[in-house]
């Protein structure tokens, strides 16, 4: 909501009270006045503020009391002064003392202060007045009170640049197409309720000039009496340095002599009485694509004109012989390559205007695009429109982008491509990553687990126990729809590879020891199950117990860590279940059989005592 009047009641804090007091103390005879100071009351402060643009803010609070100051009290202690208020309005904000009318102050820059209303001074306590002959005092002072006022403030936007004009002849695009500002634009009169500012940058990065622009709502005949939304808003381009005036030159406004209308527009803005009219103004012909030739030539443009030096500077042809030497040139007039590789370049050239002066594009014409949409999106440098959805339930961004690409190929030319963005290419572009990361995983824990057992068959048995089924199990709740294939749930994945495999290792460890003691491989692997239950159970509900708040978290960003969670959670659930029953099987088939080992061992260790005996004898 936009507010630029209200009116407040300010009330500074009143003085505290002055105190009156005699010391008392034991072996203190006649110890004398001791009344304090009463504290001084606070002030209203009141702040410009770059961060407001509105004074919505004063309408529903009007009023505003400081804090008033603590009372003297005894052994000659000052009340505390009281806390001041700060009100902060926006730049651009003149305060009037709505009883005399008279300006108080005018906030024309960010952080000036002032105080609108001062605190009222304490008052002085009975020790103020002990003299050499009124040694006992009983005389105080009460504070004074705090000055009280009611202030009416106004808001003058702070604008270079003041577009005026009727109702919808184009104010609005205008300061959307010039700058950041987004108004409401639409095809019927008063779109613009309330001032719109935009800032316009001009020249490159380094040699960059901006200024700012206000669009004010439209003015019709009679606004200064009140018709349509009056002349309330003129005040807001009082401070401007120029006026863009802009006319309706083609026939949808309905009003045939815009001569006349140019005429009202400088009337309404003489009403107002603020010498708008004397102002720096710039005649902006505007909706001339579409425009009246009547209307145009009252305005002494010509559109034959116009269009022949378009022709002259875009068209590269020649216009006229020069020799030299014996040589004929022709010569070509002909704007820079680079100063006209957008339609916007266009607005930055000059065609002849009345009396032969050079007029800017920019100052008439607006472009406008049809068919082709209005403005062109961009992706890798090429002009793109982007499609965008969601997967069904139960559907996967895999299956989703399959059927956009089999509509690409049915419908678009041979000469069109598709590319993707955001979570869809880290898909499709990052997709066969997570194979070559899977893999490199794979070798890699198979490389430290062959040097950890001393044996090549051992790692292949805890990786074929334990991975396959915890990645099949993560995997099936992604196909069933709880979360989808995506770069957090790859790295769950690859995540998940390490902490199941860890259930294999600690049974297969065990069962290597429980044969070079003397079991055979069945035994060894059956009892190793058993011994190995507890921990492989502990490691994986701490796991799963860890991991399970990842896929309950909701908000912002919450779907990367859903992903995250549903993997490790269903991969470590449904792989240690398996794994107790499958590691055992792989290794009954693939395992080695340790208690050659250890009959090897015990026959070198016979042989080495044997040829000890004579020695030891």
């Known amino acids: 909501m936009f507010i630029d009047e209200a009116k407040i009641r300010v009330k500074a804090g009143d003085g505290g009270n002055g105190c009156m007091a005699f010391r008392r103390e034991k072996y203190v005879p006649r110890g004398g006045p001791s009344g304090g100071d009463g504290g001084k009351g606070g002030d209203v402060i009141m702040e410009s503020s770059e961060r407001h643009n509105t004074l919505v803010h004063f309408r529903f609070n009007p009023e505003y009391k400081a804090e008033r100051g603590r009372h003297g009290e005894g052994s000659n202690k000052s009340g505390r002064e009281g806390e001041d208020i700060l009100l902060k309005v926006p730049v651009g904000t003149i305060v009037y003392d709505e009883e005399t009318g008279e300006k ?61 004009g009727y109702p919808n002849v184009g ?68 401070r401007t340095r120029l006026l863009v005036h802009l006319a309706d030159v083609s026939d949808a406004s309905g009003r045939p002599d815009i001569v006349k209308d140019v005429e009202v527009i400088l009337g309404e803005l003489a009403s107002f009485g603020a010498h708008l009219e004397e102002k720096p103004m710039i005649m902006v012909a505007s909706k001339i694509d579409v425009a009246n030739k009547d209307k145009v030539a009252a305005l002494g443009l010509n559109l034959q004109q116009v269009g022949g030096d378009l022709s002259t500077l875009l068209s590269s042809g020649w216009v006229n012989y020069f020799s030299i030497q014996g040589r004929s040139y022709q010569v070509i007039p002909e704007v820079k390559r680079t100063q006209r590789l957008t339609p916007e370049d266009l607005k930055n050239l000059y065609v002849t205007g009345p009396n032969n002066t050079p007029i800017q594009l920019s100052t008439f014409a607006t472009l406008k695009r049809e068919v082709v949409p209005e403005t062109l999106n961009h992706f890798q440098q090429l002009n793109s429109v982007k499609i965008q959805g969601a997967a069904t339930f139960g559907g996967t961004i895999d299956d989703a982008l399959k059927v956009l690409e089999q509509k690409a190929k049915e419908i678009l030319p041979r000469d069109y491509s598709i590319d993707y963005t955001g979570e869809s290419r880290q898909f499709r572009r990052e997709g066969d ?185």
């Open 104 to 164: 108080v102050f005018d906030f024309s820059a960010p952080d000036q202060r002032v105080v609108i209303a001062c605190g009222g001074r304490g008052g002085r306590g009975n020790a103020r007045f002990a003299t050499s002959v009124h040694q006992a005092p009983r005389e105080h002072e009460d504070g004074r009170p705090g000055e009280e006022h009611n202030y009416k403030l106004e808001l003058k936007l702070l604008a270079d640049v003041g577009l005026v």
């Open 171 to 238: 104010k609005s695009t205008l300061i959307s197409r010039i700058s950041a500002a987004r108004p409401k634009i639409a095809d019927y009169p008063f779109t613009t309720l309330q001032p719109n500012l935009g800032v316009v940058a001009v020249g490159d990065p380094r040699n960059e000039v901006s200024f700012v622009v206000a669009d004010i709502p439209g003015l019709i005949e009679g606004a200064h009496m009140g018709s349509g939304l009056g002349t309330q808003f003129l005040r807001h381009i009082e």
């Open 433 to 617: 990553v997570l194979v070559y990361s899977m893999i490199l995983a794979l070798v890699v824990i198979y490389l430290v687990l062959a040097a950890q057992f001393e044996s090549f068959r051992d790692p292949l048995i805890i990786l074929l126990g334990s991975v396959p089924l915890g990645l099949a199990g993560a995997l099936t709740f992604c196909f069933l729809g709880f979360t989808s294939i995506n770069i957090y749930s790859q790295v769950g994945l690859i995540t998940l590879v390490g902490l199941v495999a860890k259930n294999g290792i600690l049974i297969v460890e065990w069962a290597n020891r429980l044969q070079e003691e003397g079991r055979d491989k069945f035994n060894a692997i059956l009892e190793a199950a058993g011994t190995r239950l507890r921990p492989v159970l502990m490691t994986s509900v701490a796991t799963v117990t860890g991991h399970f708040p990842l896929i309950l978290v909701t908000g912002p960003g919450a779907g990367a860590r859903n992903s995250i969670g549903w993997v490790l959670v269903t991969g470590m659930v449904i792989g240690t279940t398996f794994t107790l029953f499958v590691v055992p099987s792989v290794y009954l088939i693939l395992a080695k059989n340790h208690s050659k080992d250890r009959e090897r061992r015990g026959d070198v260790q016979s042989e080495a005592e044997r040829k000890l005996e004579p020695a030891l004898a």
